[in-house]
């Protein structure tokens, strides 16, 4: 079974600060990560996803992640917020055998102006 | 041009009725989902569709019977409402069933069941 950790259910942060959404997962083999973001009254879309190769992932928007496979977490970053990100984010893992994403409760992130 | 869209985007019913959520992907995918997404924003698989075919049925009461007509259309109707079915559905599809596959998603439908 695998389970995905976002430890943080909000992260206020204010306009141009940098920040760090953390997810974390457990598996015992190999999986894909993703981070989706949902704004407010919409459908989930997608940031970036890590299936294979560098394990840092640029995604659109300027956000990025970096796959760390000895901590297990996929955290996703980015240098400078705008208003227009506030919005709820969530990572998702898929592993073998399953293609039905396990996500994980989500992280709100609430930026200031 | 919207790839993954759902009717109606709001629902207010009483306990006891019977709806229908619709969902239309313009993306050619082979592959359509229903989400529920509680109060708490936490994000259930419900059901998944391959080819018109259900491929995953997730401990739904049989309240709940999805309906692929085409590839491009998965339907859910909702027998006999209860308070707890109160939610936001999400309908998303993805090229094939892989696990490398993103989802996409449609805007969601808004149930609140009085």
């Known amino acids: 079974a695998q389970s995905v950790t976002q430890l943080d259910s909000q992260v206020p942060v204010f306009e141009e600060a940098p920040v760090e959404l953390r997810c974390n997962y457990s598996?015992?083999?190999?999986?894909?990560l993703f981070w989706y973001v949902q704004y407010p009254n919409q459908g989930l879309q997608l940031l970036l996803k890590?299936?294979?190769?560098?394990?840092l992932v640029k995604g659109i928007n300027g956000f990025e992640a970096e796959f760390n496979k000895s901590q297990t977490s996929f955290h996703l970053r980015k240098p400078s917020v705008h208003i227009s990100d506030t919005a709820e984010y969530f990572c998702a893992v898929t592993k073998g055998g399953s293609y039905i994403p396990t996500f994980g409760r989500g992280t709100s992130l609430i930026v200031h102006p | 041009d919207t790839a993954v869209s759902q009717t109606p985007k709001y629902l207010v019913t009483q306990m006891g009725n019977d709806k229908s959520i619709k969902c239309e992907q313009n993306l050619g995918h082979d592959t359509m989902y229903w989400y529920k997404q509680d109060s708490k924003k936490f994000l259930k698989i419900m059901f998944s569709?391959?080819?018109?075919?259900?491929?995953i049925n997730e401990t739904v009461p049989n309240r709940f019977s999805p309906k692929s007509p085409d590839k491009a259309h998965l339907n859910l109707h909702i027998n006999s409402l209860e308070l707890g079915d109160s939610a936001v559905y999400f309908c998303?599809?993805?090229?094939?069933?892989?696990?490398?596959?993103?989802?996409?998603f449609g805007p969601g439908t808004r149930l609140l069941v009085l």
């Open positions: 998303a599809s993805s090229p094939v069933p892989q696990t490398e596959e993103t989802q996409y």
């Open positions: 890590y299936l294979s190769g560098s394990t």
């Open positions: 598996s015992s083999v190999s999986v894909y």
């Open positions: 569709y391959n080819n018109k075919e259900l491929i």
